[in-house]
DNA sequence: TAGTTTTAAGTTTTT
DNA sequence: CTTAAAACTA
């Protein structure tokens, strides 16, 4: 191989990479494994191509997943060459709606639309719906997600594949019918209509094959059909198309991912050049092996043999504990024995070997569970920092801010209207509000003008035209703004801006709390709103006029909320976009696009050195992610994986634990708890079935290995835990259950007892119900919810 | 009809 | 156990 002439950027790439990286001309699929390196490849070919090929940075679109990952890619392209800013780095979804604005026109979609959340989807369902229970209408909003991610509209034949029932269709058929009407989109929508418009305006899509020569898509394993559709509708027969993903870190088929899309890209993409990146660089052997010893136990999947470049390491550590709580102590201990004082050193002069708390993460299977760790995390003084779990932007006082935002630039957007005309109340009730969306419905205007004619009584009319004065004065004053950005950028379809994504500010998240209402917080409680610049002097207008701050300043007083301390900081976060339509459009997209952000690390100790701090954070969101130290918890059936579901799901957990597990970089810890307080019920939980599929050798166990766990029960592999012997029988009075003796349970129904064991902890009574499913309770602690039916079986 | 109390239900994972 | 929906009262 000839390094001369190789620039240096190239030369800190092994050979597949560069391979990849130098790469041109037919469709390529890099198959690249966990910590192989994608990224560096990604970034390091849109230099190349900017570079060395001779490409228009603005002729690159590049898309990924989450806006993380966006921002990442866009910021190392940039540090190898400076032009790569140029370069279209956005998320689908964000692509989608750029789109959008600049061509839904086609569509019939004005460009000032606002993007619909879940919730907003359903409540838009309901109002179809009308009587229908709220569970039920979650069903038939979630089932429309799920066709538009499969790019089913209304008479699509397969429409049946994700909701046999007549009934489905036609709530989809008239929720694109009232969604038509209002002028907004839903996220499905994002992708399904581009592809749409691109395949029924062949001008479009020349213009968009023109403009993109280049085109590449991270984490293609993640990618939806629809997605997939729209990647062809954009790709002409110059385009050169590179898709980067790892079939075994497929984690989103619950959303529509679709792994077919990676194993058919050869199919769907004739002459498709294959690469696989099989070095990993992050993990040491030991935590490797293990990962893939578990991951190798699916059937549906390409198969590949990951090499650990880092070479030997430490053995990963199972350890068994009694419960959650004994979890969350163990989990604070072994990160403060190696972390303690990290924080004073300030990241340096510490001994060697000593941790930093960043270097740690704590994961878990549901956002519920961080809980316990934070309680025992903030009682001991540990920074930590809980990634994800924040819904700042689901607060009802800040969705009720949106709203109103919302209606401010879409005067037909009747689930803004139902939301806020009313709040604080004006007197105008439930049957007020029906009759002006009946009235909407008849006439083609507004909700404004469908309110003149509904023929409301003197009360309710009083009211809804105090609401429409406060949104005409917002309106006021975002046009007297001037709205310097230029509100034509919409009309044309201007392909030359590749506007860059501006994060929303941190501060946005302050004060989020995760609902768990206990968190610290250092702010004083606010007594009115505070504007500053841009956009803030809008939004803080409103929400003063309307008397949604004063309403919600109420209720703080009353329950301590902090309400309007939220709504302060969602002013704060708007003195970032300019005064005026374009700004608040701007705002309200990055919203939308874009909420789920870090949450500052809690405790006061960290806020001297913000970044030290643990993470404790869901296995999805660690996608992407890497740290020195990784503890998988909860590990345990029932938990993770979360049920015993169908083949393929249990596939799908089997990848999450893939990409758990390859998520460290040193050490791997992973524990299980014998008993897990859950609904308030404590119960007896099996180790997960993954613990059994790891490959011995790489696991060192610590603790009470849990009777019955028949892969652990050899003395063979038990390094220093003890194996719990039970005799049977004369237990059974101690107990005061019997063998054969029926049971009746609230939640599992009817069942027997089809063993008594004794354990440290008293007698154990193993249960066997109707529907196949086994639990233990330990007799002396939890008898009271089983009851005992008083018959042999 | 608004605001209260009582009862039921439910917890993945995310753009 | 926590939250949302239904039921009820003033």
New binding site residues.
Partial sequence: MQSAGVPSYLEVLNPEQRRAVLHSGRPLLILAGAGSGKTRVITTKIAWLIREKGIDPRSILAVT???KAAREMAERARLIDERAGDAMLR????FGAWFLRRNGRLAGLDSGFVIY??DDAISLLSSILDDA???EVKKFAHGISRAKDYFLSPDSPDLVLIDGREKFRECYALYEEKMARIGNVD?GDLIKKPVEILRQEPEVARRFRERFSVIMVDEYQDANVAQFELLKALTGPDTYVCVVGDDDQSI?R??GAEVKNILEFPDRFSDTDIIRLERNYRSTAPILKAASSVVNHNRGRLGKTLNAERGAGKIPVLVFLPNQDEEASFCAELIENSARGSDAAGGKGGKAGQARWSDWAVLY????QSLGFETEFLRRGIPYRVV?SLKFYEREEIKDALALLAFLVNPRDEVAFRRVV?KP?R?V????VDRVIEQFEILDGDLIEAAKNAGLSAKAQAGIKAFFEVIENGRALLDQAGDGSGASGADNDDLAAADSVPALPASANKGGGS?KGKRRRAVKEPHELVSGEGLSVCVERLLRDSGIAEYHQAGDEVSGNQRLYNLQELVNAASLYPLGREGLLDFLEHIE?D??LAEPAADGAAERDADNAVTLI?F??TKGLEFRRVIMTGLEQGVFP?ADKKDY?LEEERRLFYVGATRAMDELYLSSCEMRR???RTEISAPSLFLREIDKSCLRIIGDVPYGFGAFDGAAVNHGGQIRQGGANALEEKAGWRRGERVFHDDHGYGAVMEVRDSDDGPVVRVRFETGEELRFYSDFQGSAFEKIGQDY
């Fill in positions: 997943f989450t806006n998320t689908f979804h964000s959340d879940d229970p709220k569970a996220f989103y619950f959303r299977r549901t956002n519920a994800g009313n109340v007197g009730g439930a049957a007020s609902g696009l909420r789920s869901t999805h969101n979360r799901e859950m609904y308030g």
